[in-house]
């Protein structure tokens, strides 16, 4: 059984679901230089916390964000609702540094989660374990054993409320442990009481732990991975659930004046690897300081929802497909007995040869047009004739094969350049392969 037959049942839609949106927004935003202005620029915080609980962004609307989510082909969505300058998006009573108590007067945690809720999508909160108001937190239990206890209840008091107050959570991440370790925040017990209130969730890999064996077995058997990894601004496959977590822009995860954005070729580029690869893919987007979405991510994200719309059956629910050589045109992915191809770079060759292919393909047709093209296969080569000179489609084109099993692939296939039995390489470069 393959690993992707081995996720858990409740897991299951986040496999499938395969694209997500990550949203840093709070009351950073007003500063316009990403989310972690007050700490890279050393700010006063009595001054950065004047101006925090001022902010109010009047033009929010969480119904259009769902609608842009929706439309963007996005299956589900993540809010911080608490990054590391402290200030809440939620109506806590562990502190009055909150949107409700401040300029705003709204939860801004509920409405987003009624909006994504009623639109369809899986619902995810953000949560940073540390806060860069308290000193506590970075003293620590050794330095300050009486205010390290009370950081602790008030982590467990803020993340029992965002587990009680908005129905059911779909997805948590976790993120800001350092300079702390599990053992001293109390990771497996807040984890334990988390999956009491929502049995569903999934959370991802930042709990803090050391990472030696002996403590993964003394604190429950957990390792620093949670339920699914979280590489950031690469792709880094694992052998679990993974999903690499992506800028939207060049560099920052809050909103920044002027920041340059990636084009939607690029962040289709980014989708359909991790997808080939057997992971998700979460895209960020820094929301303006009044609440809206910047214009460069909305057009850049519906221009891949409507590519989404006619070939994201290659992308929903697919398993990793890198089966054949094909990295000089794009990316493969599989479904049953279907083999997708997606070009990101279309050569003009009219045929395409497709080598380590053993299993019997049946027919290959363009998605979108469902133009049929010829196919030929001897042994395990399989070539597909007729290309056109030109793609047929503005990003990227899609070839459906169909096969008469799931596809198989050779030794070849399966182990490639640089890796297996050298002697393999030595025989063929004598003409002599088996």
Same mark, same amino acid.
């Given at each position: 059984?393959?690993?992707?037959?081995?996720?858990?049942?409740?897991?299951?839609?986040?496999?499938?679901?395969?694209?997500?949106?990550?949203?840093?927004?709070?009351?950073?935003?007003?500063?316009?230089?990403?989310?972690?202005?007050?700490?890279?620029?050393?700010?006063?915080?009595?001054?950065?916390?004047?101006?925090?609980?001022?902010?109010?962004?009047?033009?929010?609307?969480?119904?259009?964000?769902?609608?842009?989510?929706?439309?963007?082909?996005?299956?589900?969505?993540?809010?911080?609702?608490?990054?590391?300058?402290?200030?809440?998006?939620?109506?806590?009573?562990?502190?009055?540094?909150?949107?409700?108590?401040?300029?705003?007067?709204?939860?801004?945690?509920?409405?987003?989660?009624?909006?994504?809720?009623?639109?369809?999508?899986?619902?995810?909160?953000?949560?940073? %374990?540390?806060?860069?108001?308290?000193?506590? @937190?970075?003293?620590?239990? #050794?330095?300050?054993?009486?205010?390290? +206890? &009370? $950081?602790?209840?008030?982590?467990?008091?803020?993340?029992?409320?965002?587990?009680?107050?908005?129905?059911?959570?779909?997805?948590?991440?976790?993120?800001?442990?350092?300079?702390?370790?599990?053992?001293?925040?109390?990771?497996?017990?807040?984890?334990?009481?988390?999956?009491?209130?929502?049995?569903?969730?999934?959370?991802?890999?930042?709990?803090?732990?050391?990472?030696?064996?002996?403590?993964?077995?003394?604190?429950?058997?957990?390792?620093?991975?949670?339920?699914?990894?979280?590489?950031?601004?690469?792709?880094?496959?694992?052998?679990?659930?993974?999903?690499?977590?992506?800028?939207?822009?060049?560099?920052? %995860?809050?909103?920044?004046?002027?920041?340059? @954005?990636?084009?939607?070729? #690029?962040?289709?580029?980014?989708?359909? +690897? &991790? $997808?080939?690869?057997?992971?998700?893919?979460?895209?960020?987007?820094?929301?303006?300081?009044?609440?809206?979405?910047?214009?460069?991510?909305?057009?850049?994200?519906?221009?891949?929802?409507?590519?989404?719309?006619?070939?994201?059956?290659?992308?929903?629910?697919?398993?990793?497909?890198?089966?054949?050589?094909?990295?000089?045109?794009?990316?493969?992915?599989?479904?049953?007995?279907?083999?997708?191809?997606?070009?990101?770079?279309?050569?003009?060759?009219?045929?395409?040869?497709?080598?380590?292919?053993?299993?019997?393909?049946?027919?290959?047709?363009?998605?979108?047009?469902?133009?049929?093209?010829?196919?030929?296969?001897?042994?395990?080569?399989?070539?597909?004739?007729?290309?056109?000179? #030109?793609?047929?489609?503005?990003?990227?084109?899609?070839?459906?094969?169909?096969?008469?099993?799931?596809?198989?692939?050779?030794?070849?296939?399966?182990?490639?350049?640089?890796?297996?039995?050298?002697?393999?390489?030595?025989?063929?470069?004598?003409?002599?392969?088996?």
């Amino acid at each position: 059984m393959s690993f992707y037959m081995k996720v858990p049942e409740k897991f299951r839609w986040f496999r499938d679901a395969k694209y997500g949106v990550f949203i840093h927004w709070g009351a950073y935003s007003l500063f316009e230089r990403g989310e972690q202005v007050l700490f890279r620029e050393h700010m006063d915080q009595r001054e950065y916390e004047e101006k925090a609980r001022a902010w109010n962004p009047a033009k929010f609307d969480a119904d259009e964000w769902a609608d842009v989510f929706v439309r963007s082909g996005f299956k589900y969505a993540c809010l911080t609702t608490r990054h590391h300058d402290g200030y809440c998006l939620w109506d806590t009573k562990t502190t009055d540094y909150n949107s409700v108590c401040q300029a705003p007067g709204r939860d801004f945690v509920a409405e987003y989660t009624q909006a994504i809720r009623k639109r369809g999508l899986k619902v995810g909160l953000y949560y940073s %374990w540390c806060d860069w108001r308290k000193p506590e @937190y970075y003293e620590g239990p #050794e330095g300050n054993p009486q205010g390290w +206890e &009370c $950081v602790k209840t008030y982590i467990r008091r803020q993340i029992n409320e965002l587990m009680t107050q908005y129905g059911k959570i779909d997805y948590l991440f976790f993120d800001g442990t350092w300079p702390r370790y599990a053992d001293e925040i109390g990771t497996v017990e807040i984890v334990e009481e988390i999956r009491k209130l929502q049995p569903g969730i999934i959370i991802n890999n930042r709990l803090g732990y050391r990472g030696n064996q002996e403590e993964i077995d003394k604190f429950g058997g957990l390792s620093d991975e949670g339920d699914f990894g979280t590489p950031e601004q690469n792709v880094f496959p694992q052998d679990k659930l993974w999903e690499s977590c992506q800028t939207a822009t060049w560099r920052w %995860w809050g909103y920044t004046k002027n920041e340059r @954005y990636k084009s939607s070729a #690029e962040i289709l580029k980014l989708l359909c +690897e &991790c $997808v080939s690869k057997g992971g998700n893919m979460i895209l960020n987007v820094g929301p303006k300081p009044d609440g809206t979405l910047p214009d460069e991510f909305v057009s850049r994200s519906l221009r891949i929802g409507k590519w989404l719309d006619t070939y994201g059956e290659a992308v929903y629910g697919a398993e990793d497909g890198d089966l054949t050589e094909f990295a000089t045109c794009g990316y493969q992915t599989i479904k049953g007995s279907t083999m997708y191809l997606i070009f990101n770079i279309w050569n003009g060759c009219s045929t395409l040869r497709l080598p380590d292919m053993a299993s019997e393909a049946v027919s290959a047709q363009f998605m979108g047009s469902g133009k049929e093209l010829p196919i030929e296969q001897k042994g395990n080569v399989l070539w597909i004739r007729e290309l056109p000179k #030109e793609p047929q489609e503005e990003l990227f084109p899609v070839i459906k094969l169909e096969f008469k099993e799931k596809p198989r692939t050779t030794v070849w296939g399966a182990q490639r350049q640089w890796q297996g039995d050298p002697q393999r390489f030595a025989d063929w470069a004598r003409g002599q392969e088996k």
